[in-house]
């Protein structure tokens, strides 16, 4: 097993270690897994091409790391416990051998549908055992995943199956989400009525058991086309640098982009920062709540703990339902020790109340995670209060989808917390400062654009199909740095506190949108001439979307039309997109070169006109009072 540091002098030292000598650090941590062939050297990279190649020339499979290599230690041992949307069904458990075994039928089945090293397979399916499962199938065959949310909308869901020419979906019938019960398979469908040629085959799984309708030649069943299989599956030799997977996220312009991370150094920094971000031990139950159409369930519900083989707890409901004791009901049921979760999450269950969460024993709890997006101060305490009750400190880990894996973040029981802190970096990473120029910022108690400067193996290697969108994007702001698009601050003694976004990129619930692509869906409608969309504080959602909207003949009832709006978003983009507030206005504050004038439009929407600078030099400084008078609070 990859190192696991126990003391803030061990922390010490590993980073010290890595920062000397990151290919002596990573190689050792790489030699602790099993390599079909080993690598011929630990590090190739210029920031420049970009061009990051991690253990170049290894072989190995994921999936005998995760699986395989536990069998004879742990074969027996709970690898994955689903607790079900609905608290009155019983809890379903894989041992390592039975999710072995479930992993090389499935991945025998995806053979017999002519999938094959380098292909790629989409999913869009709930939270259920059988989308971990059928994820290392894809791996195990050598065939990279495309894991979309299934919370986006058929029109967002053929974005994404196109950009990636998928040539299978896998999907559920139904799934079933709180009291809702939502049609999976008719969503891919109409998906897949939008020009998706390269998909040839739809692989259904039935969950619910509704009716679904299946169209002959191209859709299959789960249970006869995997039920049959062999239970024996060579993993595929990938090279270190295959692709592992497509996950696509947004930026500040465009379509979402196919964020592409490689076989070797997924691996060995997800195990790596599973292991120590949660110094997990042996018998441990390890629960993170986020959904595997995300990156936080891609290396920690599936990736990092399975590699480390842990007991990772996938749940399928959601946090409010039955009541907002669903979580702690589900911790205390389960006797779970790591508990990793979102700060929406933890703010939406505040606002319910504290009886929800003071009638469970939360003993076994040894560690609390937050992940996605700024903890503020009340939310923090709240958590470490109620929920880790003085035995379990918070993690507040910041990452991103690039990043592949946890970056900064406090080490429980090794460092301190302190709130809202992200902390520390986990050895091997590199963060930096700089301003707007490019200058480092150096010593502590200062603020910067977040950058890291060195390649750590978890890193992503390319967007999909596009590789030039890559280099400018996190490449080209800054010489020899990779920029993340966040601010930072740090503290006296060194500790980062990350602000937020410095881009167009609004983080709404933990779910990340760049504030273009809600524009493009608003401007769908036919009656909207031009839009601008901003991210404001929202108490429960962290950000909040406020849409700024030209229309072009009047509307009588102004209501509907928002209703209309919500409606074209929902249908490009999904609910999570929708706008909280929609104020119609008669032009937009523009620079005399055209460009929106967006830090003013943030103001507005915060409520925050105190100090709007100076507009005297635009385009059309009378629309700013406009847009004052008007605005939604
Ligand atoms: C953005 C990345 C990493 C998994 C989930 C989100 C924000 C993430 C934190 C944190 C403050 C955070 C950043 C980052 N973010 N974690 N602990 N504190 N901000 O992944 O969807 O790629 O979003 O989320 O702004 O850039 P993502």
């Given at each position: 097993?990859?190192l696991?540091?126990k003391?803030l ?5 590993a980073?010290q270690?890595?920062?000397?000598d990151?290919e ?9 897994f099993?390599?079909?062939?080993k690598w ?5 990279w210029?920031f420049?091409?970009p ?19 536990h069998?004879a230690?742990?074969?027996d ?5 689903f ?8 809890n379903?458990?894989y041992?390592?051998?039975?999710l072995h075994?479930?992993?090389?039928k499935?991945?025998?089945a995806?053979?017999a549908?002519?999938?094959q ?21 894809c ?6 995943h495309s894991?979309?949310?299934a ?5 967002a ?12 979906v896998i ?5 079933n989400?709180?009291?809702k019960?939502i049609?999976?398979k008719k969503v891919?469908?109409?998906?897949l009525?939008m ?5 040839k085959t739809?692989?259904v799984?039935r969950n619910?058991?509704?009716?679904v309708e299946m169209e002959a ?13 062999s239970?024996d599956?060579?993993a595929e030799?990938?090279?270190?640098e295959d ?14 982009k196919?964020?592409v991370?490689t076989?070797g150094?997924y ?10 971000v949660f ?5 441990d ?9 995300w990156?936080?369930g ?10 480390a ?9 959601v ?5 907002a ?13 790591q ?7 933890i703010r939406a269950?505040m606002a319910?109340g504290d009886?929800?969460?003071?009638k469970y024993d ?7 995670g ?6 503020n ?7 470490d209060?109620k929920?880790g009750?003085g ?6 880990t ?8 946890i970056m900064?973040?406090?080490?429980p029981?090794?460092t ?8 520390y970096?986990m ?6 400062l700089?301003?707007s120029?490019?200058?480092?910022v ?5 603020e910067g ?12 290697r390319?967007t999909?199909g596009?590789h ?6 996190y490449f080209?702001?800054?010489e020899?740095?990779?920029f993340?698009g ?14 937020g976004?410095v881009d167009?990129v609004i983080?709404v619930?933990g ?7 809600v524009?493009n869906a ?5 009656n909207?001439v031009?839009s601008a ?15 700024y ?5 009047p ?8 209703k209309e709006?919500l ?16 104020q119609?206005?008669s032009?937009l504050?523009k620079t005399?070169?055209?460009k929106?004038m967006r830090r003013?439009?943030?103001?507005v ?16 400084p ?12």
């Open positions: 097993m990859t696991q540091v003391s002098a061990e922390y010490k030292d980073y270690r890595s920062v000397n990151p002596g650090f990573w190689a050792e941590q790489a030699e602790t099993h390599w079909q062939k011929d050297k630990t590090l190739d210029n420049k091409d061009d990051v190649k991690w253990f170049v020339g290894g072989k190995l499979n994921i999936t005998e790391n995760c699986l395989d290599r069998l230690d742990r074969g041992q709970v690898a994955i416990l607790e079900p949307n609905d608290p009155s069904q019983a379903i458990s041992t390592y051998k039975e075994a479930a992993v090389c499935t991945a025998n995806l053979k549908s002519g999938i090293k380098g292909d790629r397979v989409c999913f869009y399916m709930p939270m259920v055992p059988e989308l971990a499962i059928a994820v290392l199938a791996a195990r065959v050598g065939a990279i894991v979309v949310f919370g986006f909308s058929a029109q869901l053929a974005d994404r199956i196109k950009d990636s020419t998928c040539k299978m999907c559920s019938d139904y799934n989400r709180g009291a019960n049609p999976v891919v469908d109409d998906a009525a020009d998706c040629d390269s998909i739809v692989l799984h619910t058991g509704g009716e030649g191209r859709d299959k069943w789960w249970h006869e086309e995997v039920d049959a299989q239970a599956c060579p030799a990938m090279d270190s692709m592992l997977f497509i996950l696509y996220t947004s930026g500040s312009t465009g379509k979402p196919g964020v991370h076989c150094g691996m060995v920094y997800t195990c790596f920062s599973f292991r120590n110094q997990y031990q042996d018998g139950v390890y629960w993170c709540t986020a959904d595997i159409g990156i936080t891609h290396s920690y519900i599936v990736y990092g703990p399975l590699l083989g842990a007991t990772t707890v996938m749940f399928e409901g946090p409010t339902y039955p009541d004791g669903r979580f702690w009901e589900v911790c205390d049921k389960l006797k779970v020790n508990f990793y979760t979102a700060p929406t999450a269950l319910k009886e929800f969460v003071d939360l003993s076994t709890l040894k560690v609390i937050s992940v996605g997006e700024p903890i101060e009340e939310a923090w305490h709240w958590y209060e929920v009750r035995h379990a400190p918070i993690v507040d910041w990452w991103q989808t690039e990043t592949g894996g900064i973040t406090p080490l029981g090794i301190d917390t302190k709130p809202c802190f992200a902390s970096p050895p091997g990473i590199q963060p930096i700089v301003d120029q490019g200058a480092l150096e010593g502590n108690d200062v654009l977040l950058c890291v400067k060195f390649p750590w193996p978890s890193m992503l390319t999909y596009d030039e969108r890559c280099r400018i994007t080209s702001s800054f020899n740095l990779y993340t966040d601010g930072a601050r740090r503290d006296a003694d060194g500790r980062y506190r990350i602000i976004r167009d983080n619930s779910h990340r949108m760049g504030t273009a692509e524009e608003i401007d769908e409608h036919p909207v031009e969309v901003v991210g404001y504080p929202h108490d429960i959602k962290g950000q909040g979307i406020y849409a909207v030209i229309i072009g003949d509307v009588p009832d102004e209501d509907a039309f928002r709006i409606a074209v978003v929902t249908k490009e983009i999904g609910p999570i997109a929708k706008p909280d507030k929609i119609i206005v032009g504050p005399r070169s055209g929106i003013i439009l943030r103001k929407a915060s409520s925050d006109t105190s100090n709007l600078g100076d507009i005297s030099t635009l385009l059309n009378e629309v700013v009072e406009e847009v004052i008078n008007g605005a939604l609070v």
